[in-house]
């Protein structure tokens, strides 16, 4: 059977991902992986379709043996696609965050990091991974300085890996998406931000079709939104502490 694993899939992004990913037959059965089995249940019963097998694996991708679990859990299917969509990030100064930021780095770039590499092993040709990184990833940002860097791990990560597997006929794509509505923001800390009120706001539906689009055309990076993808341009352009006097959040 040909299979898709999306992690984070319990909101936001990744069960928008789930959603998409459940439309035109392509996969034969979808593994919706998250910590919070009840809205993993929920998700799986709406886009359950005939010739389609939902299959719920909550699980804290932090663990030692994760992503050996999640190899298990797709046993002899075809692994085609991989969203690592799980990661969450906290505004405030590096002095005052505690243990949160080595939380974060574990999720937002080791389990990755050990997903992709389980998922590389696996693929056949026409394989695809889609790694959800940010505009963050581009400068420095103050007060998010550890999810900031973790997201430049994660582009930098993907680019290189998309080029170890590009023989092997397996496409990885980062995706560096700017503010999208979803619960981020909460969970952040960042509910009122006038950085972040100013910027274009978009929806996981935007988001989430632009990523599937530019993975399917084989590209190693994707920036929905030409406001952003002129932010990508700039950033390599000018100098960070530039970006820095209007990028503390």
Not at 40 to 66: F, M, Y
Not at 215 to 237: A, E, F, M
């Amino acid at each position: 059977m040909k299979c898709a694993v999306i992690t984070g899939a319990s909101s936001g992004l990744g069960a928008e991902f789930a959603r998409e990913t459940a439309k035109g037959g392509r996969y034969e059965r979808i593994i919706l992986i998250a910590r919070r089995a009840e809205r993993l249940e929920k998700l799986a019963k709406e886009i359950s379709a005939p010739g389609i097998t939902v299959c719920v694996l909550p699980l804290d991708l932090v663990s030692p043996d994760a992503a050996e679990t999640v190899k298990k859990c797709i046993g002899a299917d075809e692994l085609c696609l991989l969203v690592n969509c799980a990661g969450f990030g906290k505004m405030g100064e590096v002095v005052s965050l505690g243990k949160v930021q080595r939380d974060m780095t574990e999720l937002n770039c080791i389990a990755l990091t050990s997903l992709c590499a389980m998922a590389a092993g696996k693929m056949r040709e026409g394989g695809r991974i889609i790694n959800i990184a940010s505009i963050a990833a581009f400068v420095p940002t103050p007060n998010l300085a550890v999810y900031g860097a973790g997201k430049a791990y994660v582009l930098s990560f993907s680019k290189a890996l998309s080029r170890e597997v590009r023989n092997k006929g397996i496409t990885v794509t980062a995706v560096c998406p700017g503010p999208a509505d979803t619960e981020f923001f909460a969970v952040a800390g960042i509910e009122h931000s006038k950085l972040f009120d100013s910027l274009v706001h978009l929806s996981p539906e935007y988001v989430v079709r632009a990523a599937l689009k530019a993975s399917d055309k084989k590209k190693w990076v994707c920036t929905p939104h030409p406001l952003y993808k002129l932010y990508r341009v700039l950033s390599k352009l000018l100098p960070d502490r530039f970006f820095i006097r209007f990028t503390r959040a």
